[in-house]
């Protein structure tokens, strides 16, 4: 398959794999309103999701199989939008057909699995790039900014704390609770999120990773529903405490700075800081309101397009990445080890770009 040269500035030409709620709801809205992009396929094996998309996208091809896609096609990328575990597979098979890749998080479940896909990416000269798009919640580019002014100081701890009720890891066909289709449970999913929001607030990397888990039942094919993590970072310790098991629905913490305090409450923040009076700054949507927040994928997307056209720009998102599947698979392993604290890999240089 051929991709797309659009150097006349044409949008680029892409395909949506898999369409699911995350597709419907979040990514198929921010498609639809960017100048950079068109979504021109489908693909989608069950009949009553590809006659939503038809009726949705009635001008796009719908597919029932990737290879189909690949076959019949020209285009420039493809949005994966499938549950993660088949992830490392569609993202290897769309950049060997040349296609650039967004694809929803989790990118991967090991560094083995994840650096498989750098390789081809960068043997390919493809971009691909995971759908971080918590860190541009109004309310975490609020703290994100107050914390690189200065305004609490250099950051001591950050504690952050989400919680779901029981029926939060459902899912289509409750596959968010399914080891061999998800990975993993609330780790891997709220989790992954609250990693790079933490890795974007310290801008350093972690040293060491510990974890307690609970797991309901002795399924074996269970995932964790409660996750206590801790990383250790040269100036600061982080804190994550993520649960099914609430009673509600909240997203609550605060980041300590050693001249001031920022307590993070759902939809708003309050500044705390010596010798002055506290300031709250209020956000129309609170973290914990629905799942799915559109509006905070246009900085995701025009972040891809900047990979894309800008070759000296690749590879921050996939290394943001990188850290965040080091860091969960190593906290299974401190889980399956006691809690035992266990030390990252030491990074090369070009693996800071995200603290840049």
């Excluded at 896609?69 to 057909?97: E, K, W, Y």
């Excluded at 025009?302 to 698979?329: P, S, Y």
Aim: aromatic share 8%.
């Amino acid at each position: 398959m051929n991709a797309v040269n659009h150097e006349n500035g044409e949008p680029l030409r892409g395909a949506i794999v898999g369409f699911g709620n995350a597709a419907i709801y979040a990514h198929l809205p921010a498609w639809q309103v960017s100048e950079h992009f068109t979504i021109e396929a489908i693909v989608e094996p069950d009949p009553q999701r590809a006659q939503m998309a038809r009726r949705l996208l009635p001008e796009a091809r719908v597919y029932a199989t990737v290879n189909a896609l690949l076959n019949n096609g020209r285009l420039d990328f493809v949005d994966i939008c499938t549950p993660p575990c088949h992830h490392v597979d569609l993202v290897m098979a769309a950049c060997q057909s040349k296609l650039h890749v967004f694809c929803e998080k989790p990118l991967a479940a090991s560094l083995e699995s994840l650096r498989a896909m750098q390789a081809v990416a960068s043997r390919e000269e493809r971009v691909v790039f995971t759908v971080n798009n918590w860190k541009y919640a109004p309310l975490w580019l609020k703290t994100t900014e107050l914390v690189c002014a200065g305004q609490i100081g250099t950051v001591r701890s950050v504690s952050l704390n989400v919680l779901r009720p029981s029926n939060s890891g459902g899912g289509a066909a409750d596959w968010r609770k399914r080891l061999d289709v998800a990975w993993g449970g609330i780790l891997i999913d709220h989790g992954w999120h609250n990693l790079y929001v933490l890795l974007s607030l310290l801008r350093e990397p972690p040293l060491l990773v510990s974890a307690r888990m609970e797991t309901p039942g002795a399924a074996h094919n269970c995932c964790e529903e409660a996750v206590d993590l801790s990383v250790l970072f040269r100036q600061a310790e982080a804190r994550l405490h993520l649960t099914w098991q609430a009673d509600c629905r909240r997203n609550f913490g605060e980041i300590v700075g050693d001249k001031g305090t920022i307590f993070v409450n759902d939809d708003h923040i309050i500044l705390e800081c010596r010798n002055r009076s506290p300031v709250r700054f209020d956000f129309a949507e609170a973290l914990s309101a629905g799942s799915h927040h559109p509006e905070w994928m246009a900085p995701v997307i025009d972040n891809f397009h900047r990979e894309i056209k800008n070759v000296h720009e690749r590879g921050v998102n996939l290394m943001e990445a990188q850290w965040c599947t080091q860091l969960i698979q190593l906290a299974y392993q401190s889980n399956r080890e006691a809690s035992r604290p266990i030390e990252l890999l030491k990074p090369d240089p070009t693996a800071l770009a995200w603290c840049a």
